[in-house]
């Protein structure tokens, strides 16, 4: 172990997100430059979210992950698997809404997730696992890089409102 915060995998669970898991998600997504833009964390939670949760949880595609530290939800991803026609109809995984407890960050929980989608992405026989990561977020891009993702290609977004 290189530095205090970090901590052994069988120290983490990673489970499948339950409803009773969003107000610990979405305060993990609220939580940065970013996310406080996008979300909203009140108490009780919005309807949109419980509603998008329902929908992300009925698509046999779709999965959101929690990773758990003594019954404490330390943090969260969403694995999405894409049928594709190119690569000989192959499929690939998308990560997206990927946050770390804030008092938890750089101890190796980040890590564990990513490599627990990448495994269930293997066993699902994806052929590529892809993400976006914001371009003011340095810090996640070599995170990214170490863990053996390449910038190969410029992502665009369209925001519609």
Request: with cysteine; proline share 4%; charged share 25%.
């Amino acid at each position: 172990m290189g530095t205090e915060n970090e901590m052994a995998a069988d120290d983490i669970a990673i489970r499948t997100a339950t409803r009773d898991d969003l107000p610990a998600i979405i305060a993990m997504l609220a939580n940065d430059h970013l996310g406080s833009k996008r979300e909203c964390y009140a108490d009780p939670l919005p309807n949109v979210y419980y509603a998008a949760f329902d929908a992300i949880d009925g698509d046999p595609n779709n999965e959101i992950v929690v990773a758990e530290q003594d019954g404490k939800i330390i943090g969260t991803l969403q694995l999405t698997l894409i049928p594709n026609l190119t690569y000989q109809g192959g499929v690939r995984a998308l990560i997206e809404g990927v946050r770390v407890d804030s008092t938890m960050r750089s101890a190796g929980i980040g890590r564990i997730l990513f490599e627990w989608a990448i495994d269930q992405a293997k066993k699902k026989g994806c052929h590529m696992v892809q993400l976006t990561a914001d371009k003011t977020r340095p810090d996640a891009h070599r995170f990214y890089e170490s863990l053996g993702f390449s910038a190969t290609h410029e992502g665009m977004k369209l925001h519609l409102t």
